[in-house]
C-alpha cells in the first residue's frame, strides 16, 4: 500500500544533541511537509518543499533545518534540540491536483532530556 | 497564524449520540478540510467540501459549509466507541499550505 513512513516513530536525544527525523514516500507526491504538534493543540507547520523548492515559514527557528535528496525521502535535522522541541513531528504529503489534501505519516515523538 | 477556530475544544457524549463540531475561518477558502487524529498517531483525512458546495455526506459524516458566515461544520452520527478521536478542519492558505484549527477532542463513553 502506498503510505508515508517516519522513522523512528521514538526518539530520544540529550539536550543540545543533534537528531535527525526522517520520512519517506511512496505515492510520489510533490509536496512534503514537517509538522510540529505539542500536546492538545493543532500541527504547526515547519516548513514544505514543492518538489525542490524549500519554503520556510517564518516563525519557524533557524535551529530546524530540512533536507529532500529526492522525491521519496525528506529528512528534519534538529541542530541543538532544547526542551522545548519535545514534540510530536508529522510528516506529511500532498498533490496540487488533489486539492492538496494531506497524506500524514504516524509521526516521530521526540524526548529531550 | 491559526486560520481556523473550533468550537467546542471538548465533547464527551454517549455512544449512539450525534456529535456536532463547528469550525470558522477568517479568509476566503477554495475548498475545507476536515481531518481525524487518533491519540499520539498521525492525522488522517476525513472529507474535503468545495467552497461552491453548501453540504457533503460520506458515511455517517456530514459537512456543511456557509461561506457567508466563513463557518462549517461536521456531524457524525450514530457515533462509535472508536470515533474517540481529535478532530480538525484545515484550510489553504497561500500556496501549498494548509493551516489546522484547534481541534475538538470528541470522547465516546459506552
Known amino acids: 500500500d502506498a503510505m508515508v513512513i517516519q522513522n523512528p516513530r521514538y526518539q530520544v536525544t540529550q539536550f543540545g544533541k543533534p537528531v535527525t527525523l526522517s520520512c519517506s514516500q511512496t505515492l510520489n507526491h510533490n509536496v512534503m511537509y514537517w509538522y510540529q504538534q505539542k500536546s492538545s493543540q493543532a500541527p504547526k507547520l515547519l516548513f514544505h518543499y514543492y518538489d525542490k523548492d524549500f519554503n520556510n515559514e517564518a516563525d519557524t527557528p533557524d535551529n530546524f533545518q530540512s533536507r529532500r535528496p529526492n522525491t521519496s525521502f525528506c529528512f528534519l535535522d534538529i541542530r541543538s534540540p532544547g526542551l522545548g522541541d519535545a514534540a510530536m513531528y508529522l510528516c506529511a504529503t500532498s498533490r496540487p491536483d488533489r486539492d492538496y489534501e494531506q497524506y500524514f505519516g504516524p509521526g516521530t515523538r521526540l524526548t529531550v532530556t | 497564524s491559526q486560520q481556523g477556530e473550533e468550537d467546542p475544544q471538548a465533547l464527551s457524549i454517549q455512544e449512539g449520540e450525534n456529535a456536532t463540531m463547528n469550525c470558522s475561518y477568517k479568509?476566503?477558502?477554495?475548498?475545507l478540510q476536515w481531518y481525524r487524529q487518533n491519540s499520539g498517531r498521525g492525522l488522517v483525512h476525513l472529507i474535503l467540501i468545495r467552497s461552491n458546495e453548501r453540504e457533503k455526506h460520506s458515511g455517517r459524516l456530514r459537512v456543511t459549509l456557509d461561506t457567508s458566515k466563513k463557518s462549517s461544520s461536521l456531524l457524525i452520527t450514530a457515533s462509535r466507541a472508536a470515533d474517540t478521536a481529535s478532530y480538525f478542519c484545515?484550510?489553504?492558505?497561500?500556496?501549498?499550505?494548509?493551516?489546522f484549527g484547534q481541534g475538538t477532542r470528541l470522547t465516546i463513553n459506552p
Open positions: 479568509t476566503s477558502i477554495n475548498n
Open positions: 484545515a484550510s489553504i492558505q497561500g500556496a501549498q499550505k494548509l493551516v
